[in-house]
């Protein structure tokens, strides 16, 4: 007798836990199927899925079908006319950073109009700049970031084979050479190996971003000749060991 209490005891834990194992499966395997909702709300509607034919209604005395949309199709055309409001961004400079040129679209080579370049918007855009870019590429643009040290290290211990590609020095003449508009669209739409930011940054910003990258290809590559006299005269000569041992 004792014996069959066992049984009847383990059979009641596992019936028991049944309940939560069924629970268990239905929260963690995905199903096309709808879920058990025992308090439905307005959480299950009926509803059309995208491109399903709309469906058609019996007419009474063999009259044919009635369709909900005319055209049989319940993913409505868009209305003839329509335009969306503030979301034309026709303006290809502020937007697309390329001009009307001589028979076809270039680079601008100027902000737009819609931007005041003054020394609160280049430090929104050194801080826009450290947030997003300076990971790569460095906080000075030398293409020295923390993401490319890690990658090096991985790299050199073949972790998983891993494969790298330096991140642009923003100093190489090549791109100091480039147009505001050129770099305000690799920002946008990214380049090569470099994805977009388009979705994470705001056009404004995309621009001040721009403008702290000339700032700093500015800060690296001047020339005497950029300074006032008056600057120029409050240089300090600095001497260097040469190779032969000389100081200039």
């Known amino acids: 007798m004792t014996k069959y209490i066992g049984y009847v005891v383990v059979a009641a834990i596992l019936l028991g836990a049944l309940p939560f194992a069924v629970i268990a499966?239905?929260?963690?395997?995905?199903?096309?199927?709808?879920?058990?909702?025992?308090?439905?709300d307005m959480d299950n509607q009926e509803r059309y899925k995208t491109q399903q034919?709309?469906?058609?209604?019996?007419?009474?005395?063999?009259?044919?079908?009635?369709?909900?949309?005319?055209d049989q199709r319940v993913m409505r055309p868009l209305v003839d006319g329509?335009?969306?409001?503030?979301?034309?961004?026709?303006?290809?400079h502020f937007h697309r950073g390329f001009v009307a040129g001589s028979g076809q679209a270039e680079w601008a080579t100027e902000f737009p109009a819609e931007i005041t370049v003054d020394r609160a918007f280049v430090e929104r855009?050194?801080?826009?700049?450290?947030?997003?870019?300076?990971?790569?590429?460095?906080?000075?643009?030398?293409?020295?970031?923390?993401?490319h040290q890690r990658a090096n290290t991985l790299m050199m211990s073949g972790v998983n084979g891993t494969n790298w590609v330096?991140?642009?020095?923003?100093?190489?003449?090549?791109?100091?050479?480039?147009p505001v508009g050129q770099i305000y669209n690799s920002i946008t739409n990214g380049i090569r190996n470099m994805a977009g930011y388009k979705a994470q940054i705001d056009v404004e910003d995309r621009w001040a971003i721009v403008a702290w990258v000339k700032t700093l290809q500015r800060s690296q590559n001047a020339e005497p000749?950029?300074?006032?006299?008056?600057?120029?005269?409050?240089l300090e000569v600095v001497e260097t060991d040469t190779a032969d041992g000389g100081g200039n």
């Not at 709309?54 to 009635?66: A, F, H, Q, V, W």
């Not at 329509?82 to 290809?92: I, S, W």
């Not at 642009?168 to 480039?178: A, F, G, M, V, Y």
């Open 225 to 234: 000749s950029d300074l006032s006299p008056a600057e120029f005269a409050t």
């Open 82 to 92: 329509t335009v969306a409001r503030d979301e034309l961004f026709e303006d290809d």
């Open 166 to 178: 330096q991140p642009k020095n923003l100093h190489e003449e090549l791109i100091r050479e480039q």
């Open 125 to 147: 855009g050194r801080e826009r700049f450290n947030i997003y870019c300076s990971l790569c590429h460095g906080v000075s643009g030398y293409g020295d970031g923390i993401v």
């Open 53 to 70: 034919m709309s469906p058609s209604i019996e007419l009474p005395d063999d009259e044919g079908e009635l369709f909900l949309f005319a």
């Open 25 to 40: 499966h239905v929260r963690a395997v995905p199903n096309d199927t709808r879920r058990i909702h025992i308090i439905q």
